[in-house]
C-alpha cells in the first residue's frame, strides 16, 4: 500500500475539490518519492566554485536562487558540508524566502526558525557574515529546537544574528517597528509533508486546520508590531488547507489596513499556483514543481515614520581586567586584525563574543559570534571563532577536497601541517572553515568538537 492510498478521506476530498481537473496529477505525485535539494549561500560560495568543488551530482534550479537538485544519499556527511558550503532543504521550502526582496544590510527576524533553513536564506540574503551589515534575530519557541537551529546557523559561518527562544509577544515587545522583513513560517497541519514523512499523515485530522489557524492568526498579528513602517511581513506554511493561509492573510488584512499584499518574483509565480481568492499569494503544488508543498503570501506595511530602536536593557557586559588581558593576549597572536572587533561578555557563564549589536536580558541562545571563554587566566576557544572568523586567521591550514588529511580531521584526528611556530590555526577545505586546530612542531591538535565528528 502507498502513500496515496493512506491519504485521509477529508484531505483528498478536499483536495480534489480545490484542484478540479489538475486533481489527479496531484495524487499521482505522491507515488513518487519525495524532493530533495541544497542551497548555497552566495556569501560563502560562488556557483561556479561550487560547482568545481562539489563531488557528487548538482543541478541547478533556475527559479530559486543559490538551490541544486543534487544525488547523494548521505550529504550530511560530505565535508563540505561540515565546511557551510550547503544546507539540504526541499525545494518548495526555499520557494518562501526566494519571494522576499532581500538586499544586503536588512534588519530581519525569522519568527519560527528551525531546523534553520529559512533562516540560512534569511542570513545569506542581507550580509550576516562578518563584515557585513545584516542582521537577523532567528528565533524558536522551543529550547530542543533552539539547539538545534544554533548548531546550523553556527556551522554556516554567520556573525551578526541573534538566536532566542522568545514567546511572539515579547518579542513584539522587544523589537517594535524595527525589522526589514518578518518572516512567520507558522507551525502548521502539515499536509504538504504527508510525502516526506508519512508519520504526518497520521497526526493530522479534520480540524487540524481550524486549530492551527488560530495560533497562525495570533503568531501574524504579533509579527506585524515587529516590521518598520516600509517594510514586509512574509507568510508561509507548509499545508494546503484555505483557513491555514489565504483566510488567515485575508482576516490579517482585514484587520491591519497598513498591510499591503505584494507580487512575488515572476520565476516563481510560473512555478506556482495563484493563491486561493488571493492571487498575490502562491501555492506550491507537488504536481507542478519538484517539491513538498508550500503556502507564502508577501504583504508591505504602508512607509511613513522611522523604525525604532529596540526596547529591553542591553545584557553585554564589559571585560573585566583579566578576561581583556586574556582576550587581547589570545587575540593578538591568533588573529591578523582585531581593533575593530566589540568585545563583551554575555550571561553567567561570562562567554566572551563579538557583538556589535544590543543583547535581550533573556530568551538568548546565542549573540554574535562566541569567542570562547576565559579559564585560569587563558581563552579557551569556541568552535563559533573558527567558522566565523576564518578570514582573520594567521595561521590556516588549507586543505583541498581530495587531502586524505580532510577525514582524518573531521573524524577528530592530528593532522601534520606545513603551518610554521605554534598556535591556534583554522582548518579550511577549498577555503571554507572546518574548524579549528592548535598547532606545534607540524602537528595540528584537534579541536573539531566531538559531537559533530565523523565516524568511520
Same mark, same amino acid.
Given at each position: 500500500? #502507498?502513500?496515496?492510498?493512506?491519504?485521509?478521506?477529508?484531505?483528498?476530498?478536499?483536495?480534489?475539490?480545490?484542484?478540479?481537473?489538475?486533481?489527479?496529477?496531484?495524487?499521482?505525485?505522491?507515488?513518487?518519492?519525495?524532493?530533495?535539494?541544497?542551497?548555497?549561500?552566495?556569501?560563502?560560495?560562488?556557483?561556479?566554485?561550487?560547482?568545481?568543488?562539489?563531488?557528487?551530482?548538482?543541478?541547478?534550479?533556475?527559479?530559486?536562487?543559490?538551490?541544486?537538485?543534487?544525488?547523494?544519499?548521505?550529504?550530511?556527511?560530505?565535508?563540505?558540508?561540515?565546511? #557551510?558550503?550547503?544546507?539540504? &532543504?526541499?525545494?518548495?521550502?526555499?520557494?518562501?524566502?526566494?519571494?522576499?526582496?532581500?538586499?544586503?544590510?536588512?534588519?530581519?527576524?525569522?519568527?519560527?526558525?528551525?531546523?534553520?533553513?529559512?533562516?540560512?536564506?534569511?542570513?545569506?540574503?542581507?550580509?550576516?557574515?562578518?563584515?557585513?551589515?545584516?542582521?537577523?534575530?532567528?528565533?524558536?519557541?522551543?529550547? $530542543?529546537?533552539?539547539?538545534?537551529?544554533?548548531?546550523?546557523?553556527?556551522?554556516?559561518?554567520?556573525?551578526?544574528?541573534?538566536?532566542? *527562544? $522568545?514567546? $511572539?509577544?515579547?518579542?513584539?515587545?522587544?523589537?517594535?517597528?524595527?525589522?526589514?522583513?518578518?518572516?512567520?513560517?507558522?507551525?502548521?497541519?502539515?499536509? %504538504?509533508?504527508?510525502?516526506?514523512?508519512?508519520?504526518?499523515?497520521?497526526?493530522?485530522?479534520?480540524?487540524?486546520?481550524?486549530?492551527?489557524?488560530?495560533?497562525?492568526?495570533?503568531?501574524?498579528?504579533?509579527?506585524?508590531?515587529?516590521?518598520?513602517?516600509? #517594510?514586509?511581513?512574509?507568510?508561509?506554511?507548509?499545508?494546503?488547507?484555505?483557513?491555514? *493561509?489565504?483566510?488567515?492573510?485575508?482576516?490579517?488584512?482585514?484587520?491591519?489596513?497598513?498591510? $499591503?499584499?505584494?507580487?512575488?518574483?515572476? %520565476?516563481?509565480?510560473?512555478?506556482?499556483?495563484?493563491?486561493?481568492?488571493?492571487?498575490?499569494?502562491?501555492?506550491?503544488?507537488?504536481?507542478?514543481?519538484?517539491?513538498?508543498?508550500?503556502?507564502?503570501?508577501?504583504?508591505?506595511?504602508?512607509?511613513?515614520?522611522?523604525?525604532?530602536?529596540?526596547?529591553?536593557?542591553?545584557?553585554?557586559?564589559?571585560?573585566?581586567?583579566?578576561?581583556?588581558?586574556?582576550? &587581547?593576549?589570545?587575540?593578538?597572536?591568533?588573529?591578523?586584525?582585531?581593533?575593530?572587533?566589540?568585545?563583551?561578555?554575555?550571561?553567567?557563564?561570562?562567554?566572551?563574543?563579538?557583538?556589535?549589536?544590543?543583547?535581550?536580558?533573556?530568551?538568548?541562545?546565542?549573540?554574535?559570534?562566541?569567542?570562547?571563554?576565559?579559564?585560569?587566566?587563558?581563552?579557551?576557544?569556541?568552535?563559533?571563532?573558527?567558522?566565523?572568523?576564518?578570514?582573520?586567521?594567521?595561521?590556516?591550514?588549507?586543505?583541498?577536497?581530495?587531502?586524505?588529511?580532510?577525514?582524518?580531521?573531521?573524524?577528530?584526528?592530528?593532522?601534520?601541517?606545513?603551518?610554521? #611556530?605554534?598556535?591556534?590555526?583554522?582548518?579550511?577545505?577549498?577555503?571554507?572553515?572546518?574548524?579549528?586546530?592548535?598547532?606545534?612542531?607540524?602537528?595540528?591538535?584537534?579541536?573539531?568538537?566531538?559531537?559533530?565528528?565523523?565516524?568511520?
Amino acid at each position: 500500500m #502507498g502513500i496515496n492510498d493512506n491519504l485521509p478521506a477529508a484531505f483528498r476530498e478536499r483536495m480534489a475539490g480545490l484542484l478540479g481537473a489538475d486533481g489527479p496529477r496531484f495524487f499521482a505525485s505522491y507515488a513518487s518519492a519525495a524532493e530533495r535539494a541544497l542551497f548555497v549561500p552566495a556569501g560563502r560560495c560562488s556557483s561556479e566554485a561550487f560547482g568545481r568543488i562539489c563531488p557528487f551530482p548538482v543541478e541547478r534550479i533556475p527559479y530559486l536562487p543559490g538551490a541544486y537538485r543534487f544525488d547523494c544519499p548521505s550529504p550530511g556527511n560530505q565535508p563540505l558540508h561540515h565546511a #557551510g558550503a550547503f544546507y539540504v &532543504q526541499d525545494p518548495s521550502a526555499m520557494a518562501t524566502v526566494s519571494a522576499a526582496p532581500l538586499k544586503p544590510g536588512m534588519k530581519c527576524l525569522d519568527l519560527c526558525a528551525a531546523p534553520g533553513g529559512k533562516s540560512v536564506q534569511l542570513a545569506s540574503g542581507v550580509g550576516c557574515y562578518e563584515g557585513g551589515a545584516g542582521f537577523l534575530v532567528s528565533n524558536e519557541i522551543q529550547p $530542543a529546537r533552539c539547539k538545534v537551529l544554533c548548531g546550523n546557523l553556527e556551522r554556516m559561518g554567520f556573525a551578526n544574528l541573534l538566536v532566542t *527562544n $522568545a514567546d $511572539a509577544k515579547r518579542l513584539a515587545a522587544w523589537y517594535p517597528s524595527y525589522f526589514d522583513l518578518v518572516l512567520v513560517d507558522a507551525p502548521c497541519s502539515g499536509e %504538504g509533508m504527508f510525502r516526506k514523512d508519512p508519520a504526518a499523515i497520521a497526526e493530522w485530522s479534520p480540524s487540524a486546520p481550524a486549530y492551527c489557524a488560530k495560533r497562525q492568526a495570533m503568531l501574524l498579528a504579533e509579527a506585524a508590531k515587529t516590521v518598520a513602517p516600509g #517594510g514586509f511581513l512574509l507568510y508561509s506554511t507548509c499545508t494546503f488547507a484555505p483557513e491555514e *493561509n489565504e483566510r488567515v492573510v485575508l482576516a490579517f488584512l482585514d484587520a491591519h489596513p497598513s498591510f $499591503a499584499p505584494c507580487e512575488v518574483p515572476e %520565476g516563481l509565480r510560473a512555478v506556482t499556483a495563484a493563491g486561493v481568492g488571493l492571487p498575490s499569494a502562491r501555492r506550491w503544488y507537488p504536481h507542478i514543481a519538484p517539491g513538498e508543498g508550500q503556502f507564502f503570501a508577501l504583504l508591505r506595511r504602508e512607509p511613513g515614520g522611522e523604525p525604532s530602536a529596540p526596547l529591553f536593557p542591553d545584557a553585554r557586559s564589559p571585560l573585566t581586567a583579566e578576561e581583556a588581558y586574556a582576550v &587581547q593576549e589570545f587575540l593578538a597572536d591568533t588573529l591578523l586584525s582585531h581593533a575593530d572587533l566589540s568585545l563583551c561578555a554575555l550571561g553567567r557563564a561570562r562567554r566572551i563574543a563579538v557583538c556589535p549589536f544590543p543583547v535581550p536580558p533573556e530568551n538568548v541562545f546565542a549573540a554574535g559570534v562566541t569567542l570562547g571563554t576565559v579559564e585560569k587566566g587563558r581563552l579557551v576557544p569556541h568552535h563559533q571563532l573558527f567558522k566565523a572568523f576564518s578570514e582573520r586567521f594567521a595561521r590556516k591550514i588549507e586543505l583541498p577536497p581530495d587531502d586524505p588529511r580532510v577525514a582524518a580531521y573531521l573524524s577528530g584526528a592530528e593532522i601534520p601541517c606545513d603551518v610554521s #611556530g605554534s598556535g591556534w590555526a583554522v582548518v579550511t577545505l577549498a577555503g571554507l572553515p572546518l574548524g579549528g586546530a592548535k598547532v606545534s612542531n607540524g602537528v595540528a591538535k584537534n579541536h573539531y568538537p566531538k559531537g559533530l565528528r565523523l565516524h568511520a
